[in-house]
């Protein structure tokens, strides 16, 4: 059985714009559409389960009056019959048909246990039903269909209803996050959105009444070509104007520029007011715009606008603040108006990495009698000399780390990283010296500051070594490197940076990823999955096994690349670890100790896989090039190609 929750969702701008950017089809001169899109905190939860046919029962006392169980036999007719039927499970119905009749699946049971999106409302709850349901269907039968897929199926069997939704309204499939949609066409384009600064929106049922079909009907009047000015000024509303907003909106919040983007809000307000709602008498909203004038509300927000469709459905402000919201919700429910908060928070900053570097190095011994390896000296681009680990450290400080933690063997093993990055040169060494150089010394130092240390007392496996630094990462996402790993970027971006930004879009566990050749696949652990973007940088894995058979890695790990090729993925050697692994970690830490085998090696990677199929996993395939110097081939081959990598 497999825990599901799926939000309703918000549109922060660019409504209308889904259908609107779909008639590129017929006109060119059409611009893509663009919008805002985020989940919200209220949505369904359900409990999901294979069954021999489709049949949904409740728990959930929120829909008490409007529920009575439902089943029905896993046959195409029946299930579309009832799609048709405009009841209250068409369109769970419409979305199994597809199923059915697209991927042969079996049959499931979905038990609704708490249901905290209200209906009706504008927010999608028909949407994120459609939503739930495919992806019981996708995880249950393990369909390998990435967040997009499930989307577009629960689209696709709306569709099969009597009900005409838009192309965002599944955005709630990518969860309480902001999202960038783009509609070209046939095409659309989904983008996680950084968000800077705490936003604390409301949102609340205008409990007045709209028309949604007859509002559609007119404004659709105007496409594909406009035939008066007033046509073409709403191609430009639903086109260019939109996308200045929607573009300045991406850059308010990834800035934090809060007071910005609520004013941006009445601005789109203001411009659908002029140039959209003419073009329908159904958006006459008097009680819209009455509660957006309120006195009383105005020093509590930033800025505000309509939802959806507009007319008279819902309505959305941002606070000025986390109190300033909970007294407009207050305002708001006491007006007889039903309202919600919404708190979109920024991601954690990634400003903690751990490098673990405790191993022995036999494989390079005798070398290793006298150096660690993370001491080893490799020639850089730039004509310096520079051990290992100083690679490794600069690159961290170049991506905005703030805090390093080595993993030791011992307290002794510290001297040697005491010595080189707190120990000041001699004045006669100094002064030998060239200028530039000099001033490099100050930035090693500098480096060593922000070091801190951890020691690894048992050699009882890399996962072991990355729990020792429990306590310094605390309840923070944390950047780990290898050791004995170097990495080259082929952007002007480092590849940690890479890793950070993307973490910052998804905030989940992140592995980097590169592809290998199949007659290798032996030597590496490999991942499987899905790709998230249409450019195959980001992995949904859904498979991690670990050193495979060609024969097998051939059959069930290949991942398609843009050519419909298979490719085959091992990790890049850096990882963004949330807070759940180490959880994990202490689990599995226990578990050995618990059953008296204190020597049992603890895995990262069984940690990794535990965690993904709880919460997922990502996989980005990052733009450089990885140097493994763990053995004598391999560091052979990364002193003559690191400087050399064009």
């Excluded at 000024?233 to 639903?238: E, G």
């Amino acid at each position: 059985m497999k825990k599901l929750f799926v939000p309703g969702r918000l549109c922060l701008f660019g409504e209308h714009t889904d259908w609107a950017g779909h008639y590129r089809t017929m006109n060119a001169d059409i611009l893509p559409g663009a919008s805002i899109v985020t989940g919200i905190e209220q949505g369904i939860y359900a409990e999901v389960e294979k069954s021999s046919i489709f049949e949904m029962y409740s728990d959930a006392p929120e829909i008490e009056e409007e529920w009575s169980d439902f089943s029905c036999r896993m046959n195409e007719s029946e299930l579309k019959h009832v799609a048709k039927s405009g009841s209250f499970f068409c369109y769970c119905a419409g979305v199994a048909s597809y199923m059915l009749e697209w991927y042969k699946v079996g049959g499931v049971r979905i038990r609704i246990t708490k249901m905290t999106l209200p209906m009706k409302s504008g927010l999608s709850s028909s949407a994120a039903i459609c939503v739930l349901v495919a992806r019981a269907f996708n995880q249950l039968y393990k369909l390998n269909l990435n967040t997009l897929g499930e989307m577009n199926i629960a689209y696709l069997g709306e569709l099969r209803t009597s009900s005409r939704c838009g192309r965002l309204d599944q955005a709630c499939a990518f969860g309480v996050k902001p999202n960038l949609m783009t509609f070209d066409g046939d095409e659309i384009e989904v983008k996680s959105l950084n968000v800077k600064k705490p936003l604390y929106w409301v949102f609340a049922d205008l409990c007045a009444e709209k028309d949604t079909i007859k509002i559609l009907s007119d404004l659709n009047k105007a496409y594909p070509f406009a035939s008066t000015e007033a046509e073409e000024n709403l191609h430009k509303a639903l086109g260019e104007w939109n996308q200045s907003i929607v573009d300045r909106a991406v850059q308010y919040m990834a800035s934090g520029n809060v007071e910005a983007l609520g004013k941006l809000m009445t601005e789109a307000e203001d411009m659908f007011d002029k140039h959209v709602a003419p073009m329908s008498p159904a958006l006459w909203a008097p009680k819209l715009h009455k509660v957006l004038n309120d006195s009383q509300i105005q020093p509590l927000i930033y800025g505000g606008k309509g939802v959806g469709s507009h007319g008279d459905g819902s309505v959305q402000f941002l606070a000025r603040d986390k109190e300033a919201q909970q007294q407009l919700v207050d305002y708001l429910n006491a007006a007889n108006l039903r309202a919600y908060p919404l708190t979109l928070h920024p991601v954690h900053t990634v400003r903690k990495a751990i490098i673990p570097v405790a191993g022995f190095g036999t494989r390079l011994y005798p070398a290793t009698r006298a150096l660690k390896k993370d001491f080893f000296p490799i020639p850089c681009p730039d004509g310096m000399v520079r051990p290992v680990i100083l690679i490794l450290l600069e690159e961290l400080v170049k991506s905005g780390i703030e805090e390093i933690c080595l993993v030791l063997g011992s307290e002794e093993e510290r001297i040697q990283y005491t010595e080189f990055f707190e120990r000041p040169l001699s004045e006669e060494h100094l002064r030998k010296l060239n200028p530039e150089a000099q001033e490099y010394e100050n930035r090693i130092l500098s480096i060593g500051r922000q070091l801190r240390y951890v020691y690894q007392r048992e050699k009882r496996g890399f996962g072991h070594a990355v729990y020792q630094t429990a306590e310094f990462v605390g309840n923070e996402p944390v950047l780990l490197l290898l050791g004995d790993t170097l990495y080259r970027t082929l952007s002007n971006k480092p590849c940690a940076l890479q890793m950070i930004e993307e973490y910052e879009r998804y905030n989940q566990l992140m592995v980097s990823i590169h592809p290998v050749p199949l007659a290798e696949v032996s030597h590496y652990g490999i991942l499987s999955g899905v790709w998230e973007d249409k450019d195959r940088t980001i992995l949904n894995v859904s498979v991690m096994n670990e050193k495979p058979k060609a024969s097998y890695a051939e059959e069930f790990l290949g991942v398609r690349n843009s050519e419909g090729q298979k490719e085959y993925y091992s990790v890049f050697g850096q990882y963004i670890l949330t807070p759940e692994v180490f959880a994990q970690l202490a689990a599995d830490i226990q578990q050995a100790d618990a059953e008296g085998d204190s020597t049992r090696e603890i895995e990262l990677t069984s940690a990794l896989e535990a965690v993904r199929k709880q919460s997922g996993m990502m996989g980005i395939r990052l733009k450089g090039v990885m140097y493994d110097m763990g053995n004598p081939k391999a560091l052979s081959n990364c002193v003559r190609n690191f400087s050399n990598e064009e």
